[in-house]
C-alpha cells in the first residue's frame, strides 16, 4: 500500500539516498592467537576522540567506524582503507577475523580498555570495570557488525502526507522509526541466519564451564546447524534480564527512554554486592540495574548523535531518533572487510521493508515470542524441520523467510531503478539462495572450510585471520588517504590533551554532574 503511492505518485526514488554506517569490531591478537597485551597503538590516534578508530571494551577490541555515506562502494571503501591503515601500524598483530575470540586464558589476561587522564576518559574505562564485575570479560569481547541506518530526509513530509499524519514532524518521524525497530525484533531472526558466521567456538571461551554444545574435536564446541552463536545463549545477549529486572519498552519513543531512565537510576542488590568506589578506586559507575544505557544490550537502538557529555536517553528525548543501530551482524570472515557489498544492499532494502509494514505495538508475550525466535535461529537456523512462532501459529522458517524476501522484492526493484547492475535485487536473489540452500550461508561454509581442511575452529580462523591481513598489507591507500588518517590521529590526541587540560572537577563531582545531566 505505502509502496504502492509512492510508485504511483512518482516519488518511489524517495527510498533512494539514505544514510548508512558501519562500525566493525575486532580484536587485536598476538602472532600466536591469544589477545594482544599491547596498548592501543599510538599511532592509531586517541582513542577517546577519533571518529573513526577506537576501542570498544578492551584495548584489545579496536573498532573501525564509518561516517554515514549514502554510496555503498563509497562506504566499504573507507571501512577497508582504514582497515589499511590500521594495519601499517600493528607490526607483527593480527586482526581476528571471526566474531567469537580467539584463545582465551581467561578474563584475567582481557585488558580493558584505557582513554587517558580526563575525567570523560576515566568514566569510560570504569564503566568497562563494571561490565567486567557483572558479567565476565570473556563476554566482552565477541565482535560484530553494527549497521546503521537513516531515511533521507526528503522522504519524510511525503510519507507523512501518505499516511495523513497532522502531528508535528518530529513525532511522526519518532514513531515511524521506531515501528521500524519493532519489525527488525519481529523479522530480525532473518539476519543470523543469512549472515551469522559463528557456528562453533574455541573451547577456551568458556574457560571450563558446562555447556549443551557438542564437541567437534578438542580444541572446539559447535552446534550442527547453528548459524551465530554469537547471538544464543553463550553470548552477551540474553544474559541482561535475568534477575535484574531490565525491560525495555519499544512502543514508542517516550516508552523506551522513561523504561530506560529507570534502570539507570534504580539500584540493583546483585550489582550493589560489588560495590562502587571499593579502597579508594571505582569498580563500576554506580550499582544500578543499568551504570548507563549501552549497558543493556539489544539487537536494535534508536539513536541520535549525541555532544560530548550527554547521556543517550536524554539526546533522544530532546531530539528524537536520528538512524537506527542494528547490531545483530556477526563478522563476514570470508570478506577481508568483515563485510560486504551484498550485505549491505540487503540490509538497506530490509531495513525500508520493516519501515513500511504496519507494525502494532509489542506486549509481553510477543517479545519473549520475538527473543525466542532469534535463539532457536542462532542455534539451529539451518534445521529444514525448525519451526519459529508467529502470533499463535507455527511456521517453518524456511517458509517465514522465503515470503520475507518476496515481500522485499519490489522495494529493491525501486531501489535498483536507473542501475543496470540491479545490486538490490542481487542481493536478493543471493539471499534468496541461502534461503533455499543452507548449505550457502556463511555458517555452513565456516563448518565446510574446517572439516576440508580439518582444522579447529581456532587454527581456522588464525589462518583467515593471516589471509585477511596479507590482502589488506597489499593495498596502497592513495596520498589522499593517507594523509587524512594522518592528520585524523593527530588531531584526535590533541583533542584529548585539550580535554584533559581542561578538567576542573574531581571524578565524583564530574559523575554526579554527568548523571544530574548538568555538564556542559
Known sequence: MCLAYLINSGQSHLLQNGQIGLEKESLRVSPEGGVATTAHPPLLGSALTHPYITTDYSEALTEFITPPINNISELLSFLRDTQVFAYQHLGNELLWAASMPCALKGGDYIPIAKYGTSNIGEMKTVYRRGLGHR???????????????????????????????????????????????????????????????????????????????????????FEPYATSLRM??????????????????????????????????????????????????YEQLNANILQIENEYYSTVRPKQVLSFYEMPYKALDQRGVRYVELRSMDVNLFDPVGVNEKQVHFLESFMLFCLLQDSPPVDALEQQINSSNLLKTAHQGRNPQLTLQRGDKLIGLKEWAIELCDGMAPICEQLDANDPHQPYQQALTASMEAVRDPDCTPSARVLAQMQRHNEAFFHFAKRTSQEHKDYLCGLTLSPERQAFYERECLLSQQRQLEIEASDNLSFDEFLARYFAGTLN
Open 232 to 281: 544464543g545463549d553463550i553470548g552477551y545477549t540474553n544474559s541482561k534480564e535475568k534477575g535484574v529486572g531490565v525491560k525495555a519498552i519499544y512502543n514508542s519513543l517516550a516508552s523506551y527512554t522513561s523504561s530506560l531512565k529507570h534502570a539507570i537510576d534504580t539500584p540493583c542488590p546483585l550489582w550493589e554486592s560489588i560495590g562502587v568506589k571499593v579502597n579508594g578506586q
Open 135 to 221: 558479567y565476565g570479560r570473556m563476554m566482552q569481547v565477541i565482535s560484530g557488525v553494527h549497521y546503521n541506518y537513516s531515511v533521507s530526509e526528503q522522504f519524510w513530509p511525503v510519507y507523512q502526507e501518505m499516511m495523513r499524519d497532522k502531528r508535528p514532524i518530529r513525532d511522526f518521524i519518532d514513531d515511524a522509526y521506531f515501528g521500524l525497530i519493532r519489525n527488525l525484533q519481529r523479522f530480525g531472526w532473518l539476519i543470523p541466519y543469512l549472515f551469522g558466521a559463528s557456528p562453533a567456538i574455541c573451547k577456551s571461551f568458556l574457560n571450563g564451564r558446562s555447556t549443551d554444545l557438542k564437541e567437534l574435536d578438542a580444541f572446539t564446541y
